[in-house]
Every structure is written in structure tokens, then in C-alpha cells.
């Protein structure tokens, strides 16, 4: 279990990019002309390198996984994710560097790799078995359980090609869950099939990491990332930016993108983190910059990035940016994690009993006011206000806002404090749980985040009954006898 199964030591992969299309006619040139002559060989070097240049899909990179680890890779598009699952599947070279891999890998990359299109269904699933090192025997004894896995019906029989993407990866994973790998490589393929068969291979992973196989992750999807790996690593422009625990590096990827794409204004969190502190401390408070979701364009003030005769609906583009952005943190990080703060804040936070005192700790079923007091800066026209309450697991359990609900809230001028109130019963089943806060506004499908504040307060829910599972719902149950009613009644029994 303390050996690495997968040792990464310096890895590089450079793609050469020619400057023109008669550049690597010429370079050929040059390369001949280097050895023909090699008083020329300066010369020709040089202008050898003024025909392309070398782009980096990976730079330098170290990483060891050790038997039984669950490891998640994030990091935006481009930034080597792929590039790199595939170096350690062996299905590409390494530009430099060394891998070591010790054990059968099972790896799910892009979509139908391994597979022919042109052969069926059956007749592919003993090809990437074989890939995957099982005999043709062993593949028969296996062939049904992954049939039924896949559930792809008649379609067994039928060409790869005629499948959809949906189909493709059923099969794909269907085979994968079936050779016993040692090591599981999965980019991305889940996100294609359909929410039951996520599910069941969600449990199938499950499993997997159960009976202690390694496990490499990618997935844009946090919350699996983090429910699924104990570690994570952020990669960037082909580099590690921080690697850690799944809720950190998912908290500097979300911020990574609300920051418009700049590395550098997540450094202080990442420096915060390596020194052990909280990333929402002093780093977070140096960096106040207003967090935009999808806007190119620098800014100074609100005015600049607002369309004239911004209407007062919202779009299905900008309700998914926002559940996306409200969504980003689903697990608890224990310690309080926040940013946003230039264009307004949130200024203070509490919980209230019915009796409108602060409390933390509440029997199920009570009735409670979660109260939010905010401070613009700017006149905001339409500003959205959000609760999110998430168990110790990070499961969601609960979250609204004032655009989702349709409590669409007035206009807030610059320098007015104003305060929100969540009012509603608290029908949970006992354990902890954690709020965050959000105060945000649109302009235009820009999401602007003014200040968020995730697992900001934690509170205490007793039971009131020995009712078990998340919810609640206080049901009523009822027993009455039913009369039997015979159609003879004077026929014998």
C-alpha cells in the first residue's frame, strides 16, 4: 500500500508548431544540410528554430499514486488533463520525463478509443479485453455480466459505428468494470450517459475502490470529484498550480474561473494553503477584485459591463451559469471559504430561533430565520440573494435564491445595507450541517459575484423522533381495517 503504482517523474509533451506550411520543407532542408555541411551547422540551427516553435501540453510534472489512492485531475479545458491520463495510459509518448506503472490498466479516455468502428458490439468487447490482458476464454466466462452491464439490447450485434455516444460508453465501461484492473483511468466519459447508468457506474467505482483499486479521475463535475478521490491536483497551462485535498483544489478551481481565467490572482490562496492556513484569510482579503463569470473584458465599475435596457428576466443561459456557479462547493470544507467583496459585501450572518434569537443548535422540525445583511457599493437593479445548507459529506440538502424561487428581490442602491431573511422549518434529520451565503447580480448573461461566502455557519439539528435518513417530512401514518365485500354473499366460503 506505500509503493506507488504510478510513479510521474518530470513529464513533458511539446507539440511543434510550424510557422508556415513550406516550414517543415525547409527545416528538412536544414537538418540535411547541418550534416552535409558542418561548418553551417550554427547557422543552420538557428534558422532552423525560426521555423516553428514548441507548445508545452505538459510541463515538468511529478506525481506518485499509491495503491487503493483515489486521485482527481482538474483544471480547465486545455490545460493537459487528457494530455496527461493518456502518457500514463501508455496510448502516448512522453516528450521527457519517466512513468512507472505497476498493474493491469483499465483506462475510459476518449470517447470509442480501443474500439473499431466497424466491428460489433460482441466482436469489440473481446478486442479491448484482449487489450486489457484477458484470454479469450476469460472474456466468454465474463461476456454475459458485461452484456448486461452495458444494456445496450440487440445493439450487441450491430457495428460500433451505428451506436450513439450514450451507447459507446456504456459498452466501454461496461468491459472496463470486468477485467479487474489494478488501475482505473476515467476522463470524463461518465458525463455522456444518462443520469442511471452516472449512477451505476458511480456504484461500480464504488466498488472498485472498495476492493483497493487506484483510481485516476477527471471531471469538470466537483462534486464527484470530491465525494469520489481523497486528493486532487489543479493543473493550469500544463503545469501543477497546487495539489491537495479535493475540497481546496476545488475551491481554487471555481474561484480560477469567477477570476476570469488569471492564475495569478488564485497565487495567494495557493500560498495560503501550502503554509496551511485558510485561503479564505488574508490572501482572500487582499484580493477583492469583483469575481465575473464569462466577460472577457477587464472593468472598474459596474456601469461598464451593463447592456442598456437589461431586461428584467432571466434567460435558461444565465440560470445555469448561476446554479453552476452556486453548485461549485458541495462539500464542506470545515473553515469558512469566500471572495468577491469590491462591488459589495456580506456583511453579517446569523441564524434565528422562533423566537428571533441566535441560536446554532435547533430540535427537526423548528422554525428558523436565516438572516443575511448586505452592503452594496453600487446600485445593483436586480440583485440575487442565496442559501445553500449541505450535510458533513458535502451532500447538498438544500438551496434556493431570490431569481430561482421568483421572490425577485428590488433594487439595492449604492451605500444601502439591507437585510434578507431565509424563513422556513427545519425538517432535518439530526446530525451538522453547514450554510452559504451568496450575493450576486447579472448584467447582461455575465454572472457578476459580488461576495460568496460557502460554509460560513454550522449548525446543530437534534431529532425529534428515531426517523432516519436526511429529511424530515414528518409524515402521518394511519391504519383502518378494510371491509371485505363479497359479490354472493350467499354463496359458500
Same mark, same amino acid.
Given at each position: 500500500?506505500?509503493?506507488?503504482?504510478?510513479?510521474?517523474?518530470?513529464?513533458?509533451?511539446?507539440?511543434?508548431?510550424?510557422?508556415?506550411?513550406?516550414?517543415?520543407?525547409?527545416?528538412?532542408?536544414?537538418?540535411?544540410?547541418?550534416?552535409?555541411?558542418?561548418?553551417?551547422?550554427?547557422?543552420?540551427?538557428?534558422?532552423?528554430?525560426?521555423?516553428?516553435?514548441?507548445?508545452?501540453?505538459?510541463? *515538468? #510534472? %511529478?506525481?506518485?499514486?499509491? +495503491? !487503493?489512492?483515489?486521485?482527481?485531475? $482538474?483544471?480547465?479545458?486545455? &490545460?493537459?488533463?487528457?494530455?496527461?491520463?493518456?502518457?500514463?495510459?501508455?496510448?502516448?509518448?512522453?516528450?521527457?520525463?519517466?512513468?512507472?506503472?505497476?498493474?493491469?490498466?483499465?483506462?475510459?479516455?476518449?470517447?470509442?478509443?480501443?474500439?473499431?468502428?466497424?466491428?460489433?458490439?460482441?466482436?469489440?468487447?473481446?478486442?479491448?479485453?484482449?487489450?486489457?490482458?484477458?484470454?479469450?476464454?476469460?472474456?466468454?466466462?465474463?461476456?454475459?455480466?458485461?452484456?448486461?452491464?452495458?444494456?445496450?439490447?440487440?445493439?450487441?450485434?450491430?457495428?460500433?459505428?451505428?451506436?450513439?455516444?450514450?451507447?459507446?460508453?456504456?459498452?466501454?465501461?461496461?468491459?472496463?468494470?470486468?477485467?479487474?484492473?489494478?488501475?482505473?483511468?476515467?476522463?470524463?466519459?461518465?458525463?455522456?450517459?444518462?443520469?442511471?447508468?452516472?449512477?451505476?457506474?458511480?456504484? *461500480? #467505482? %464504488?466498488?472498485?475502490?472498495? +476492493? !483497493?483499486?487506484?483510481?485516476?479521475? $477527471?471531471?469538470?463535475?466537483? &462534486?464527484?470529484?470530491?465525494?469520489?478521490?481523497?486528493?486532487?491536483?489543479?493543473?493550469?497551462?500544463?503545469?501543477?498550480?497546487?495539489?491537495?485535498?479535493?475540497?481546496?483544489?476545488?475551491?481554487?478551481?471555481?474561484?480560477?474561473?469567477?477570476?476570469?481565467?488569471?492564475?495569478?490572482?488564485?497565487?495567494?490562496?495557493?500560498?495560503?494553503?501550502?503554509?496551511?492556513?485558510?485561503?479564505?484569510?488574508?490572501?482572500?482579503?487582499?484580493?477583492?477584485?469583483?469575481?465575473?463569470?464569462?466577460?472577457?473584458?477587464?472593468?472598474?465599475?459596474?456601469?461598464?459591463?451593463?447592456?442598456?435596457?437589461?431586461?428584467?428576466?432571466?434567460?435558461?443561459?444565465?440560470?445555469?451559469?448561476?446554479?453552476?456557479?452556486?453548485?461549485?462547493?458541495?462539500?464542506?470544507?470545515?473553515?469558512?471559504?469566500?471572495?468577491?467583496?469590491?462591488?459589495?459585501?456580506?456583511?453579517? #450572518?446569523?441564524?434565528?430561533?422562533?423566537?428571533?434569537?441566535?441560536?446554532?443548535?435547533?430540535?427537526?422540525?423548528? &422554525?428558523?430565520?436565516?438572516?443575511?445583511?448586505?452592503?452594496?457599493?453600487?446600485?445593483?437593479?436586480?440583485?440575487?440573494?442565496?442559501?445553500?445548507?449541505?450535510?458533513?459529506?458535502?451532500?447538498?440538502?438544500?438551496?434556493?435564491?431570490?431569481?430561482?424561487?421568483?421572490?425577485?428581490?428590488?433594487?439595492?442602491?449604492?451605500?444601502?445595507?439591507?437585510?434578507?431573511?431565509?424563513?422556513?422549518?427545519?425538517?432535518?434529520?439530526?446530525?451538522?450541517?453547514?450554510?452559504?451565503?451568496?450575493?450576486?447580480?447579472?448584467?447582461?448573461?455575465?454572472?457578476?459575484?459580488?461576495?460568496?461566502?460557502?460554509?460560513?455557519?454550522?449548525?446543530?439539528?437534534?431529532?425529534?423522533?428515531?426517523?432516519?435518513?436526511?429529511?424530515?417530512?414528518?409524515?402521518?401514518?394511519?391504519?383502518?381495517?378494510?371491509?371485505?365485500?363479497?359479490?354472493?354473499?350467499?354463496?359458500?366460503?
Amino acid at each position: 500500500m506505500t509503493e506507488p503504482v504510478i510513479r510521474v517523474r518530470g513529464v513533458s509533451k511539446a507539440y511543434r508548431i510550424w510557422h508556415s506550411p513550406a516550414a517543415r520543407l525547409q527545416s528538412i532542408a536544414l537538418h540535411v544540410a547541418k550534416h552535409l555541411l558542418p561548418p553551417l551547422w550554427a547557422r543552420c540551427t538557428a534558422a532552423q528554430v525560426r521555423l516553428f516553435h514548441d507548445f508545452y501540453a505538459l510541463n *515538468a #510534472i %511529478d506525481l506518485e499514486v499509491r +495503491r !487503493g489512492e483515489a486521485v482527481g485531475i $482538474v483544471g480547465r479545458n486545455g &490545460s493537459g488533463k487528457s494530455t496527461l491520463l493518456q502518457i500514463i495510459a501508455g496510448t502516448l509518448a512522453p516528450t521527457g520525463g519517466t512513468v512507472e506503472i505497476h498493474g493491469r490498466v483499465a483506462a475510459l479516455l476518449e470517447l470509442g478509443s480501443g474500439f473499431n468502428p466497424e466491428y460489433t458490439g460482441r466482436e469489440n468487447i473481446f478486442l479491448n479485453a484482449s487489450i486489457f490482458g484477458l484470454t479469450e476464454e476469460e472474456t466468454r466466462a465474463r461476456f454475459g455480466a458485461i452484456e448486461a452491464f452495458a444494456e445496450i439490447g440487440e445493439f450487441i450485434e450491430q457495428p460500433v459505428k451505428t451506436y450513439s455516444s450514450g451507447m459507446v460508453v456504456r459498452l466501454a465501461f461496461a468491459v472496463a468494470a470486468h477485467v479487474d484492473p489494478d488501475i482505473l483511468i476515467v476522463d470524463e466519459a461518465l458525463s455522456v450517459g444518462d443520469a442511471r447508468f452516472q449512477l451505476k457506474c458511480a456504484r *461500480a #467505482i %464504488d466498488r472498485f475502490l472498495e +476492493r !483497493g483499486v487506484t483510481l485516476l479521475f $477527471v471531471s469538470h463535475d466537483l &462534486s464527484s470529484v470530491k465525494r469520489l478521490c481523497g486528493s486532487a491536483l489543479l493543473l493550469e497551462r500544463s503545469r501543477v498550480l497546487y495539489q491537495g485535498r479535493p475540497n481546496d483544489v476545488a475551491n481554487l478551481y471555481s474561484k480560477l474561473i469567477a477570476d476570469g481565467g488569471s492564475a495569478e490572482a488564485i497565487m495567494p490562496d495557493v500560498a495560503a494553503l501550502v503554509a496551511g492556513q485558510p485561503a479564505s484569510g488574508a490572501a482572500a482579503a487582499k484580493d477583492n477584485s469583483p469575481t465575473v463569470l464569462h466577460s472577457p473584458e477587464e472593468h472598474t465599475s459596474v456601469e461598464s459591463i451593463r447592456p442598456a435596457g437589461h431586461p428584467a428576466q432571466f434567460h435558461a443561459n444565465q440560470a445555469k451559469a448561476l446554479l453552476a456557479d452556486e453548485r461549485a462547493h458541495v462539500q464542506l470544507s470545515g473553515q469558512e471559504f469566500s471572495y468577491g467583496g469590491e462591488l459589495g459585501s456580506i456583511a453579517s #450572518i446569523s441564524v434565528l430561533d422562533a423566537a428571533h434569537q441566535p441560536r446554532t443548535w435547533f430540535k427537526s422540525g423548528e &422554525s428558523v430565520t436565516v438572516r443575511m445583511v448586505v452592503e452594496s457599493r453600487e446600485r445593483l437593479q436586480e440583485p440575487i440573494y442565496a442559501l445553500t445548507i449541505k450535510n458533513v459529506s458535502g451532500v447538498e440538502i438544500y438551496g434556493t435564491n431570490t431569481l430561482f424561487s421568483g421572490q425577485v428581490a428590488p433594487p439595492i442602491g449604492a451605500g444601502e445595507r439591507r437585510e434578507i431573511d431565509f424563513v422556513f422549518d427545519l425538517n432535518l434529520i439530526a446530525g451538522e450541517f453547514f450554510l452559504s451565503f451568496g450575493f450576486t447580480h447579472f448584467f447582461g448573461d455575465n454572472l457578476v459575484v459580488i461576495q460568496r461566502r460557502y460554509d460560513a455557519i454550522k449548525i446543530s439539528v437534534q431529532s425529534a423522533d428515531r426517523s432516519f435518513g436526511i429529511a424530515n417530512l414528518k409524515s402521518v401514518i394511519r391504519t383502518r381495517p378494510i371491509e371485505i365485500v363479497l359479490a354472493n354473499p350467499t354463496a359458500p366460503l
